[in-house]
């Protein structure tokens, strides 16, 4: 089982990203997917989720309206695309991975993004790509 991140580099204020996870190894449709970052000296943060069931998404506050996770499932990649950057969203961004099909049980809804986002401990994890926004 892997996530693989690409895609992180440097960028200028108001600049736009957009970071890839392949995922391999695991059957894409079962998963939810979700973007954290840490920030140097802070803890790490939820950015974005989704479930690759129903396409349930769910963000962050404080990315709301600049930044779009979506996925590619014939490719099994998982994108957020980051727009008008800030300086302060300077940190390394990982993907995540968590379960949400096993056998006959399916969770599904608004309710899952937002859970792995915010509550739950992915089971898997990329190793991170460096995202710097100069001002």
């Known amino acids: 089982v892997q996530l693989v991140e690409s895609g992180g580099g440097l960028v200028q204020a108001g600049g736009s990203l957009t970071l890839s996870c392949a995922a391999s190894g695991f059957t894409f449709d079962d998963y939810a997917f979700g973007w954290f970052r840490q920030a140097p000296g802070k803890e790490r943060e939820e950015v974005s989720c989704i479930s690759s069931v129903d396409g349930a998404t769910y963000y962050a506050d404080a990315v709301t309206g600049r930044f779009t996770i979506f996925t590619d499932k014939a490719k099994n990649t998982i994108f957020l695309r980051m727009n008008d950057l800030k300086p302060e969203e300077t940190a390394v961004y990982y993907c995540?991975?968590?379960?949400?099909?096993?056998?006959?049980?399916?969770?599904?809804?608004?309710?899952?993004?937002?859970?792995?986002?915010?509550?739950?401990?992915?089971?898997?994890w990329g190793q991170g790509t460096p995202v710097t926004v100069s001002s």
């Open positions: 995540a991975a968590d379960r949400v099909v096993v056998g006959s049980f399916v969770r599904k809804g608004a309710y899952v993004p937002k859970q792995l986002c915010t509550e739950e401990a992915p089971e898997r």
